[in-house]
Nanobody
Framework: QVQLVESGGGLVQAGGSLRLSCTASGLTFTFTNYAMAWFRQAPGLAREFVAAISQGGGMTKYSDSVEDRFTISRDNSKNAVYLQMNRLKPEDTAVYYC???????????WGQGTQVTVSS
């Protein structure tokens, strides 16, 4: 069984920073076979894409709302993906989820989420 476990969420003031981590485990899960991504969902809104990183880490993609503030990275030796979030804004408040995507672009594995709250 594949498990993705997020950590690092919390309460921070606007302008502050947080670093989210997600570790993957599972006997049948080969971390380097998967692109990894972060999504978020604010109360009453649909889940939205935040950032993604390729299997080897050489390519990244960001939503317009976080580009230049957030950085996604991964450490394949640790089966981990990270999201460094700087200059946080109240509108970044959401539950953040990490997800693993296969070669078809389908994100089939999801973590349980970690809450990020940015106060104004």
């Amino acid at each position: 069984q594949v498990q993705l476990v997020e950590s690092g969420g919390g309460l921070v003031q606007a302008g502050g920073s947080l670093r989210l981590s997600c570790t993957a485990s599972g006997l049948t899960f080969t971390f380097t076979n998967y692109a990894m991504a972060w999504f978020r969902q604010a109360p009453g809104l649909a889940r939205e894409f935040v950032a993604a990183i390729s299997q080897g880490g050489g390519m990244t993609k960001y939503s317009d709302s976080v580009e230049d503030r957030f950085t996604i990275s991964r450490d394949n030796s640790k089966n981990a993906v990270y999201l460094q979030m700087n200059r946080l804004k109240p509108e970044d408040t959401a539950v953040y989820y990490c997800a693993a995507g296969d070669s078809s672009g389908t994100y089939g594995y999801w973590g349980q989420g970690t809450q990020v709250t940015v106060s104004s």
